[in-house]
């Protein structure tokens, strides 16, 4: 199975901006609030990792719960990890305005 997704990182910006640490507590990891705060452009790692975890909901044909899924990086390479299992099949790709993202799962 294959799931996609793209977010617009001003979106993530603006939820950020408006939510705080209520928005990322609820979303992302602690380890992946830390990996995005050593990012020039954290809003641009978060948007790459909100939308991993769309795109890996879409390949499970699951709604699942954000935090659940962890989108983590191995030597610059994204990776997820899902109630102890490591999927690799992950690429995320950013661009000025958007972030991209696809997942495949094998069965």
């Known amino acids: 199975m294959i799931g996609i997704d793209i977010v ?3 979106r ?5 901006e408006r939510y705080g640490e209520r928005f990322l507590d ?3 990891t602690p380890a992946e609030v ?20 769309e795109a890996f909901m879409k390949a ?3 709604r699942l719960t954000f935090t659940d899924i962890e989108v983590l990086s ?12 490591r999927y ?11 972030a991209v993202s696809v997942v495949m799962l094998k069965e």
């Open 34 to 53: 830390r990996y995005a705060g050593k990012k020039r452009r954290k809003e641009e790692s978060l948007a790459g990792r909100f939308a991993a975890k």
């Open 12 to 16: 993530i910006a603006a939820m950020v």
């Open 88 to 98: 690799d099949d992950v690429s995320i790709s950013h661009e000025r305005s958007y």
């Open 26 to 28: 609820k979303v992302f």
């Open 60 to 62: 499970s044909g699951r």
């Open 8 to 10: 617009d990182i001003r």
């Open 74 to 85: 191995e030597s610059g390479r994204p990776f997820i990890m899902y109630h102890g299992k």
